[in-house]
């Protein structure tokens, strides 16, 4: 019987929260397909206006092991940099994963900067097993939040 089972990843920034919040889950949809074109191939919203319930798309280049994923807002506050989203289509679901949820909140630092956190929860279908999938997963979102961060760093007008 397969289990629930989760991970955590902390990213430390030099950028102010709302800011990289913004820009790198926000926005990603976005920026992504400029910032590291050589891995997303192009993104967009499916459903809705980027408000909780919304659902969007990344389609991926050879780089990574599955062309699309697709997931759902499923809780956002604005005010405390903080989404919850659901993991619909791609990324392993119905291959090795049932289910996959993450929280990303992006906290304010003292001195000016933030840091990211993330707990992704997932279950495994019956007989699946995790290799190298969640330091996959941990690279890759370290690699989004050091891209917006540096694309911010370098435009320090983008997403005040």
């Known amino acids: 019987m397969a289990s629930t ?3 955590t990843l902390e990213i430390e920034s030099p950028v ?9 889950v926000m926005d990603w949809h976005t920026l992504a397909p400029k910032l590291a074109p050589h891995i997303i191939a192009s993104a967009h919203p499916v459903e809705g206006e980027g408000g909780v319930g ?8 050879s780089a990574m092991p599955f062309s699309v994923m697709k997931e759902k807002l499923d809780f ?9 989203s659901t993991l619909l289509e791609g990324g392993g679901i119905g291959i090795t994963i049932e289910t ?3 929280h990303i909140k992006v ?11 993330v707990e992704t929860t997932y ?8 290799k190298d999938e969640i330091t996959n997963a941990k690279d890759s979102l ?3 939040f050091k891209a917006a961060e540096a694309y911010l760093i370098a435009n320090p007008d983008a997403y005040n």
């Open 76 to 84: 956002l506050d604005m005010e405390k940099c903080e989404c919850k």
């Open 54 to 61: 919304s659902v969007r798309q990344f389609n991926f280049t």
């Open 16 to 24: 102010a929260a709302p800011r990289l919040f913004k820009a790198g």
């Open 5 to 7: 089972d989760s991970w």
């Open 107 to 117: 906290e304010a630092t003292a001195n000016g900067g933030s840091v990211v956190k």
């Open 123 to 130: 279950k495994l279908l019956p007989g699946a097993e995790v």
């Open 142 to 144: 370290t690699n989004i």
């Open 100 to 102: 996959a949820t993450s």
